[in-house]
């Protein structure tokens, strides 16, 4: 049993709803609806005998179809199980005396800092803002800080920081000192990843450590493949010297290489995205009782204006084996505020529909 509560979470809702797991709509663990590419499953099933053998522990060939789909170097790149045990090494590694987290944002951070004994304080991503992040104001921040958090685009504000402040703000905490870890699992849902995506950093400076997945965006987060960015030589060392061996599997590691190869597949994805979250946001606009934050990502975080509780909207919903991420554990945020990610058409079309239907008005 995990002790941390994650939206995706398909099994408990349907043992306590009484669904199966695969009926449950799930506007909240923020995949990719077109699933697993027709490319990873061809892999898995013609490479299914790799079983047998344990992985490269090197991860030599995954690691060469990352750089081709990256950018970034082979010796710069570090394997793992989802970007969660990236996150868990590199906050083990880099055991901040004094990090600083742009809030609100994904938990874990804050959770392996916390657990590994390490100091952070949160940076408020103001509401009053619509939680737009303020590049200069960061920057002001950094000072005193060893190591700076930022999601981008932030779960589950939405937002992203562009390339070109990404780069001030490293350049910045690289004068003073500090690192800055950039989470982007959910930079492919960008429209234009290059516009947002660190990794054309990653060969300029050493004070950076960016995570992705393959979770996400490439609809597999049952395949459990992340891996980390960074030209800093010492950090990849240290995470090495502590991880432990084959944490990615043998035929994940053959799946891996299929999907980021898969190139078609991302072009109809992000096709895909741009028109639904559209609709979806023109729709959402709708709502008197419903304010919806911009977002760069396939998710979006809305705010109830009415009287009623984002926990009232989950309970309700479940019941149509639909869930939705309550945000009230989010710091910053309360029990007004819900996210919901982008999914089919019909998906999103009954949503709205049910939304109607509690709101019992546009
Ligand atoms: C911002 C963020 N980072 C990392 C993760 C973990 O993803 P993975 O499946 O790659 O471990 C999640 C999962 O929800 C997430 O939202």
């Given at each position: 049993?995990?002790?941390?509560?994650?939206?995706?979470?398909?099994?408990?809702?349907?043992?306590?709803?009484?669904?199966?797991p695969?009926?449950?709509l799930d506007?909240?663990?923020?995949?990719?609806?077109?699933?697993?590419?027709?490319?990873?499953?061809?892999?898995i099933?013609e490479?299914?005998?790799?079983?047998?053998?344990?992985p490269?522990?090197?991860?030599l060939?995954?690691?060469q179809?990352?750089?081709?789909?990256?950018?970034?170097?082979?010796?710069?790149?570090?394997?793992?199980?989802?970007g969660?045990e990236l996150?868990?090494?590199f906050?083990k590694?880099?055991?901040?005396?004094?990090g600083?987290?742009l809030?609100?944002?994904?938990?874990?951070?804050e959770?392996?800092?916390?657990?590994n004994?390490?100091?952070y304080?949160?940076?408020?991503?103001k509401?009053?803002?619509?939680?737009?992040p303020?590049v200069?104001?960061?920057i002001?921040?950094?000072a005193?800080?060893?190591?700076?958090?930022?999601?981008?685009?932030?779960?589950?504000?939405?937002?992203?920081?562009?390339?070109?402040?990404?780069?001030?703000?490293?350049?910045?905490?690289?004068?003073?000192?500090?690192?800055?870890?950039?989470?982007?699992t959910?930079v492919?849902?960008?429209?234009?990843?290059?516009?947002?995506?660190?990794?054309?950093?990653?060969?300029?400076?050493?004070?950076?450590f960016?995570?992705r997945?393959?979770?996400?965006?490439?609809?597999t987060?049952?395949?459990?493949?992340g891996?980390g960015?960074?030209s800093?030589r010492?950090?990849?060392?240290?995470?090495?010297?502590?991880?432990?061996?084959?944490?990615v599997?043998?035929?994940?590691?053959?799946?891996?290489?299929?999907v980021f190869?898969?190139?078609?597949?991302?072009n109809v994805?992000?096709?895909?995205v741009?028109?639904?979250?559209?609709?979806?946001?023109?729709?959402?606009?709708?709502?008197t009782?419903?304010?919806v934050?911009?977002?760069?990502?396939?998710?979006?975080?809305?705010?109830?204006?009415?009287?009623?509780?984002?926990?009232?909207?989950r309970?309700?919903?479940?019941?149509?084996?639909?869930?939705i991420r309550?945000a009230?554990?989010?710091p910053?945020?309360?029990?007004?505020?819900?996210?919901?990610c982008v999914?089919?058409?019909?998906?999103?079309e009954?949503?709205i529909?049910?939304l109607?239907?509690?709101?019992?008005?546009?």
């Amino acid at each position: 049993m995990s002790g941390v509560k994650h939206g995706g979470d398909i099994y408990s809702i349907a043992r306590e709803y009484g669904f199966k797991p695969e009926d449950v709509l799930d506007f909240s663990g923020n995949i990719n609806p077109l699933g697993m590419p027709e490319s990873v499953k061809r892999a898995i099933i013609e490479n299914i005998d790799i079983l047998s053998k344990y992985p490269d522990p090197e991860y030599l060939d995954l690691r060469q179809a990352i750089y081709e789909y990256s950018g970034v170097r082979p010796e710069n790149i570090i394997v793992g199980n989802g970007g969660t045990e990236l996150i868990s090494l590199f906050f083990k590694v880099l055991n901040p005396k004094s990090g600083l987290i742009l809030m609100p944002t994904y938990s874990e951070y804050e959770r392996e800092i916390r657990i590994n004994g390490g100091r952070y304080e949160y940076y408020r991503l103001k509401e009053e803002r619509d939680f737009v992040p303020e590049v200069d104001d960061i920057i002001n921040c950094i000072a005193g800080h060893d190591l700076l958090v930022i999601c981008n685009p932030n779960n589950p504000t939405g937002q992203a920081i562009y390339v070109e402040d990404m780069d001030r703000i490293v350049k910045e905490a690289k004068k003073r000192d500090c690192f800055i870890f950039v989470d982007e699992t959910y930079v492919e849902f960008v429209d234009d990843v290059n516009s947002v995506s660190s990794a054309g950093l990653v060969g300029r400076y050493d004070n950076l450590f960016i995570i992705r997945g393959i979770s996400k965006f490439f609809g597999t987060p049952g395949l459990r493949i992340g891996y980390g960015l960074t030209s800093s030589r010492e950090i990849i060392n240290n995470m090495l010297s502590i991880k432990d061996p084959w944490t990615v599997s043998s035929i994940a590691q053959v799946a891996g290489q299929a999907v980021f190869r898969d190139i078609n597949y991302q072009n109809v994805s992000r096709k895909w995205v741009k028109e639904e979250r559209a609709f979806i946001h023109n729709e959402i606009c709708r709502f008197t009782n419903i304010k919806v934050y911009d977002t760069d990502a396939n998710f979006f975080l809305c705010k109830i204006l009415s009287s009623h509780s984002a926990s009232a909207l989950r309970e309700y919903l479940l019941k149509y084996a639909i869930d939705i991420r309550d945000a009230a554990s989010f710091p910053y945020l309360n029990d007004k505020f819900f996210r919901f990610c982008v999914l089919d058409r019909k998906g999103n079309e009954k949503l709205i529909k049910l939304l109607y239907d509690f709101f019992q008005s546009y």
